[in-house]
Nanobody, 132 residues
Framework: QVQLVESGGGLVQSGGSLRLSCTTSKFPLDEYAVVWSRQVPGKEREGVSCINNRDDTTYYSDSVKGRFTTSMDAAKNTVYLQMTGLKPEDTAIYSC?????????????????????????WGQGTQVTVAS
């Protein structure tokens, strides 16, 4: 299986914006769902967003809903994660992966994007640091 490649991370002040990119040269992403997740060292990976490229439906975890937007540029074979209103708690390594379907569920009263059991390998990730 092929890892996707992420880019666009960096250091930003609280309230700032960043746009992350996720791409591959190996296959067309529009045949898959693409999940963005984030992970802080020592903590569990958290699903952030999912785009089903077959019908352009999108899903977001409650922690980012209204602030983050995922989209795809088929011509560039790239999926984006536009992040606005960044908070220090958004600091993490952000990674993307292909999936067969987007799934969203409620855990402990909060909506979360839930990668399936057939999620592809996560990319190396890109670091996002939000300074307070």
């Amino acid at each position: 299986q092929v890892q996707l490649v992420e880019s666009g991370g960096g250091l930003v002040q609280s309230g700032g914006s960043l746009r992350l990119s996720c791409t591959t040269s190996k296959f067309p992403l529009d045949e898959y769902a693409v999940v963005w997740s984030r992970q802080v060292p020592g903590k569990e990976r958290e699903g952030v967003s999912c785009i089903n490229n077959r019908d352009d439906t999108t899903y977001y975890s409650d922690s980012v809903k209204g602030r983050f937007t995922t989209s795809m540029d088929a011509a560039k074979n790239t999926v984006y994660l536009q992040m606005t209103g960044l908070k220090p708690e958004d600091t993490a390594i952000y990674s993307c992966a292909t999936d067969i379907i987007c799934a969203w569920t409620v855990i402990a009263g909060r909506g979360v994007v839930l990668p399936s059991s057939q999620i592809g390998p996560w990319g190396q990730g890109t670091q996002v640091t939000v300074a307070s």
